[in-house]
Each structure stands twice: as structure tokens, then as C-alpha cells.
């Protein structure tokens, strides 16, 4: 499964261990308990949601949530390591996968369980969620669910396990690649293939899209993909490794950043390519402790001319976003894979390694707030109506406030 290989490639990069994924659990809250949560919640605020890894399909990691006291407001037990990233639905619905397989909902409100479904798979495909349905891989599966009760509306079978997070034209087309070296257009509402593309080598980051039609991810050969959003055509195939490099392959899921997209490597590389031209437009080289710093992190992008990153060298980086050069660092003090999630408010949340979740000013990098979990934290934030989501190897959800 491509899970594997990643994991064996961030084994080598930030020396973690694979998990073994422990037996599944299923559980289904009656319709009454999923209505009353209803009630409560269809008064949430304007800001809140966050529907797919990265906050949108663009993979920006952007919010508008008003600054956080890092207290937690309540935390749920998922009875697994959380393996992917929280999506919040505009109901008030919280979204996760598990190492076991699950696809667990929980209420924003106060941390009640309202389903859980076995789609299979490690988890590490995070779910999006728009228009009351639920779009995640699990095995071979791009499943598509019910948000509110969990049932299933229709599953696409795909040439390999989908460990890639979907991207979504809400109501139109699903975009996700497989470990089988495809990526996809799936119909959103019918589940039928729009179009595949066959890419040369195995896939490992999700997609992104930017308002031009085009569609980005990287390769495991440390190529970055450009292709056409209507019809999958490829428009360019860009190395950005050196070969020696290269087998490692780019992990960080690539983020659109004005006329530019920005995408980290194992080699410890920043990238920005044109949207427009195709070609890279700035390259910086983090500095590290390591003979390498990997970035399997996927770059935040805050508006403001910062692009936020955390590595395996154990920093978070602010970097212009015209430039690359960079403007801050900030030691974490440990191995960074969660991507950080970024408020116009001027901070970030990151998770680390060492099993904190980290609250940094992005104009500086000063520390506003640490809490400490009971485990790695891989999980990226998801930023929603003031408060913070985001799973622990623990095996539990945590909200912020």
C-alpha cells in the first residue's frame, strides 16, 4: 500500500514507528441523538467550517477563527491512533480517520460520538465534507457517506489504496489519486469517473487546485504534476529533486500561493513554481541539523506574505512568499509532519512529534501557547468557529478554545 511506503519513508525521515493497526469497532447513534445535535448546532457561526485537509481545495491551511487560549474544551476518545486531519462541517459535525480504518464523527458542540464507520485503510486519507456528504479513501475505496448518520451514498473502486486526501469543487467533481499511480475526477453527487490519468511512478501527496483549472501534486519521484482540472491532461511534469534524492519523493501536498504554488521536499527545499509559466520561481534550502531536513509538512499560506512550514529539523519556518527568503524560525523541539493551519487573526497551530500542539504569532514566531498530548501529534489542525480540532496518537480528538 502506498500508506507503507510512506510511512517507511517518514520512518527514515523523523524516526518514527509504523503503527499497527488495531481490530475495528463499529458504532451507530440512533437518529433522534444525530437530530438533537442538530438542534444545537445549526446556529454556529459564519466561520465555521472547514471542510477538507488544508481548509479548502486549494491547500492553503487558511482561516478566519479568532485567536484561541490553547484550552481544551473537551477531547474524545476514538479508540485508535488518529491518523488523519479533522474536517468541520457547517452543521458542527467533526470528521477524522483512524489507524483502525474508521471514519468517526463528533459533535463540535461537546464531543459526543455520533457514528463511526469502517471504510478500511490506515487513515491517512482526511476527509472532506460539503453539502451534508462525506468524501474519504479507505482501502481502494473512495467512499462517499452521509455526514449526518454515516450512510453510505455511493463507493468508486480505484486501481490501488487511496491515502490521499480528496479535493472538492463542492457539488461537481471529487479529485484524489491512488497508490496505483492514477489520480481521479469523480462525479461528486453520482460517483462516476469524469476522467484518470496515469502518472509514471507512485503518487505521495494529495491534489490541489486553483481557480484556473489546473490540478497539482507531487510524485514520489520528486517530480510536481500540472494538469488540466476538466480532462486530466498533463500540462507539465516538473523535476524538483535531484535524482539521488529523488526516491524519497515529495510528501508535502502542494498549496497555491498567489500566482505561484509552494510545496516542501525531502530534500529540505521550499519550491515555488508559476501557476503561469510553469517553471520554478524561487527555491529555498531550510536550515537543518540534519545532513537533510525532510519537509513532509505541507506549507500554510497566510495572505499576508507568509508561507509557514514546519520540518524534521525540528523548526517552524516563515518564509516571503515572493521570495522564499526567511523571515523567522522558531524551535519546536521536536520533528515536525502535521501541517500548520494559519488564521488571518495572525497566528498558526502546528502539532509535533513530541505531542504538542504549538500556537505561534506569524509575524514573528513568538510562542503564544503550547498544550501538551499523550502522543505524536501527525494530525494537522482544523481551525473552525474559535476552536481548534485536532487527534493525537493517543487516540483521542482534541477542541481548543
Same mark, same amino acid.
Request: hydrophobic share 40%.
Given at each position: ?83 488523519? /486531519? $479533522? %474536517?468541520?462541517? =457547517?452543521? &458542527?459535525? *467533526? ?5 483502525? +480504518?474508521? !471514519? @468517526?464523527?463528533?459533535? #463540535? ?96 501527496? /494529495? $491534489? %490541489?487546485?486553483? =481557480?484556473? &483549472?489546473? *490540478? ?5 519521484? +520528486?517530480? !510536481? @504534476?500540472?494538469?488540466? #482540472? ?172
Amino acid at each position: 500500500m502506498l500508506i507503507v511506503r510512506r510511512r517507511a519513508g517518514l520512518t527514515r525521515m523523523l524516526g518514527l514507528l509504523a503503527l499497527a493497526p488495531p481490530a475495528a469497532v463499529y458504532l451507530m447513534i440512533p437518529s433522534s441523538r444525530i437530530n438533537s445535535h442538530n438542534s444545537h448546532t445549526n446556529q454556529r457561526r459564519s466561520d465555521a467550517a472547514w471542510p477538507m485537509f488544508r481548509g479548502n481545495a486549494q491547500r492553503s491551511g487558511l482561516s478566519n477563527c479568532p485567536r484561541l487560549a490553547g484550552k481544551v474544551a473537551w477531547r474524545a476518545k476514538l479508540d485508535a491512533p488518529v491518523t488523519g /486531519s $479533522p %474536517a468541520v462541517t =457547517t452543521s &458542527g459535525i *467533526v470528521l477524522c480517520t483512524t489507524s483502525e +480504518g474508521g !471514519l @468517526v464523527a463528533i459533535s #463540535a458542540r461537546d464531543g459526543t460520538r455520533l457514528w463511526v464507520r469502517h471504510i478500511g485503510g490506515d487513515g491517512y486519507s482526511s476527509p472532506a465534507a460539503v453539502g451534508g456528504r462525506v468524501y474519504v479513501g479507505g482501502g481502494a475505496q473512495l467512499w462517499c457517506l452521509s455526514a449526518a448518520s454515516g450512510r453510505v451514498r455511493w463507493r468508486f473502486r480505484s486501481n490501488g489504496s487511496i491515502e490521499t486526501s480528496p479535493a472538492l469543487v463542492p457539488g461537481k467533481v471529487v479529485f484524489f489519486g491512488s497508490d496505483g499511480g492514477y489520480v481521479y475526477a469523480v462525479g461528486a453527487i453520482t460517483g462516476r469517473m469524469i476522467w484518470k490519468r496515469r502518472l509514471r511512478g507512485r503518487l505521495s501527496s /494529495s $491534489p %490541489a487546485l486553483d =481557480t484556473d &483549472g489546473q *490540478v497539482f501534486i507531487g510524485r514520489a519521484d +520528486g517530480s !510536481l @504534476v500540472i494538469l488540466t #482540472a476538466d480532462d486530466g491532461a498533463i500540462v507539465a511534469s516538473l523535476p524538483l529533486m535531484p535524482t539521488f534524492w529523488a526516491s524519497e519523493g515529495i510528501f508535502s501536498t502542494p498549496a497555491v500561493c498567489g500566482r505561484n504554488v509552494v510545496v516542501g521536499t525531502f530534500g529540505g527545499d521550499v519550491i515555488a513554481v508559476s501557476r503561469i509559466r510553469h517553471a520554478v520561481a524561487w527555491r529555498t534550502h531550510l536550515d537543518a541539523r540534519l545532513d537533510r531536513s525532510p519537509i513532509a509538512a505541507s506549507c500554510a499560506v497566510d495572505g499576508h506574505g507568509h508561507v509557514l512550514v514546519g520540518s524534521a529539523d525540528h523548526r517552524i519556518y516563515s518564509l516571503n512568499s515572493n521570495t522564499g527568503a526567511v523571515i523567522w524560525r522558531f524551535d519546536a523541539g521536536s520533528a515536525i509532519a502535521s501541517s500548520a493551519a494559519v488564521s488571518r487573526r495572525g497566528y498558526l497551530a502546528v502539532g509535533t512529534d513530541g505531542g504538542n500542539v504549538l500556537c505561534l504569532a506569524t509575524e514573528n514566531g513568538g510562542s503564544l501557547w503550547s498544550l501538551r498530548t499523550g502522543g505524536r501529534v501527525y494530525s494537522s489542525p482544523a481551525l473552525s468557529g474559535g476552536e481548534a480540532f485536532v487527534g493525537s496518537e493517543d487516540g483521542y480528538l482534541y477542541c481548543l478554545k
